[in-house]
């Protein structure tokens, strides 16, 4: 027996404060690994610089590779597992993973009849959404339309709701795109078509209930954002020809103003910056309107615009006065642009790739473009400094990557795959 030359009682109030903060520890380590839906957990594309790593390689290591379906959701990350949604033939395929192994938890899958638009050559497959995880539940909505909630341990259905009928491929590329999202007790998705009308909805995420509704014009592919907005909670997203705020509490349009592009092609995530919300478009170029209350109403106007700068299918990041985003002009290029005025303080030579996911981590910019090629950079509004050049995967990659505090996750066209710091694996 070892002597502690402590009373019985103070060695186990000790061990009781060492199992406290070994539980607050693990707690810190999984909050640390968060990465609850689109674009993170505050659907900006910031990571905490608690949550990604201190310093960048000169190598990374594949810690593991899983073999997936097809699809360009992304992965998102909770309570130690991954979550995956993908395609295989006619089913859409949902699969919980072990972060650290990679082993395989659970993997549900369901019929999910998803009928390509032929205008794209070799076809789109789906799904398109990213999951959204809260209070131990995942949720996924297809290509099709289809709205599970799965239960994050064990990967049971909880309930579901099917949209597929007013989700009709005409000139939607990609079915249903719009990412969920959980705010103030409410799951908020958007589902619809081009020729059938589009809706807005607020679900009990418990049951699947609907709360409010929101109907108007088919969707665009942008996922909703809320925001605050002089004390107003307020959904703003894309339709197919304009940008619209809902209110968070009853679904009542606050504002419009429109948007158009001729394919549809509204894709771009919203940015409020404070003063504006910032839109983007393939043949629009980037747009600032300011939002703001009026008599009994509200007034959404126009503020800068930029005709050079095109976010096509990239969301930008804000940080600093200066937002960083990738436009499809001159075949990919890497932007800053001032976000008060929409003036351009660089741009990148060109060719990096036809799309390019990109997050703020810690003091770093990640920009990893359809290529499978990770730039990371300095967030300077004076020049483009790349610090590190990565190629992280095998094949091309639409999906976002998750930053972790230890590497990344990145998903390409066949698989899943972590990548960890080569002097570490």
Avoid at 40 to 52: F, L, N, Q
Wanted: glycine share 12%.
């Amino acid at each position: 027996m070892i002597e502690t030359g402590m009373p019985s009682d103070d060695r186990v109030v000790v061990r009781r404060a060492i199992v406290a903060a070994l539980v607050v520890a693990a707690g810190a380590v999984g909050s640390a690994q968060e990465w609850t839906g689109w674009r993170g957990p505050e659907r900006d594309g910031i990571v905490a610089a608690s949550r990604t790593l201190e310093a960048w390689p000169e190598a990374f290591a594949r810690a593991w590779q899983v073999e997936i379906g097809e699809g360009y959701s992304s992965p998102v990350v909770s309570g130690g597992r991954v979550f995956l949604h993908s395609r295989e033939g006619d089913r859409e395929v949902v699969t919980g993973f072990d972060l650290s192994t990679g082993a395989r938890l659970w993997r549900r899958d369901y019929p999910a009849l998803y009928v390509q638009n032929d205008i794209v050559p070799g076809g789109l497959p789906g799904p398109f959404a990213t999951p959204v995880v809260d209070g131990g539940r995942v949720f996924t909505l297809g290509a099709a339309g289809i709205l599970s909630s799965w239960d994050a341990a064990s990967g049971a259905l909880l309930w579901r709701n099917d949209y597929s009928e007013s989700v009709q491929v005409t000139g939607l590329f990609c079915g249903t795109s719009a990412s969920p999202l959980v705010d103030g007790g409410k799951l908020i998705v958007q589902v619809g078509s081009d020729a059938g009308g589009g809706r807005v909805l607020a679900l009990d995420p418990a049951t699947g209930d609907e709360v409010w509704v929101w109907r108007g014009v088919g969707p665009g592919y942008a996922s909703p954002i809320v925001v605050e907005i002089e004390g107003h909670r307020q959904v703003v997203t894309l339709t197919e020809s304009s940008v619209v705020g809902i209110d968070a509490a009853n679904g009542a349009l606050l504002w419009s103003m429109p948007f158009t592009d001729e394919w549809h092609e509204n894709i771009m995530t919203p940015v409020w910056t404070g003063a504006h919300l910032v839109v983007s478009g393939p043949r629009q170029g980037t747009h600032a309107f300011a939002i703001r209350r009026e008599n009994d109403g509200w007034r959404a106007a126009p503020g800068w615009s930029n005709a050079r700068v095109t976010m096509y299918m990239s969301s930008p990041v804000l940080t600093a006065g200066t937002l960083y985003g990738h436009s499809s002009t001159r075949s990919g290029q890497f932007v800053a642009l001032d976000a008060a005025s929409g003036a351009v303080q660089w741009a990148s030579e060109g060719r990096e790739g036809d799309l390019a996911s990109v997050l703020l981590a810690g003091d770093d910019l990640l920009l990893l473009n359809s290529d499978a090629e990770l730039v990371v950079a300095e967030p300077n509004a004076e020049a483009f400094a790349v610090a590190r050049q990565y190629e992280v995967a095998d094949g091309a990659t639409w999906s976002m990557p998750v930053p972790l505090p230890d590497g990344l996750l990145v998903r390409d066209a066949t698989s899943l795959v972590r990548l960890v710091p080569a002097a570490h694996h």
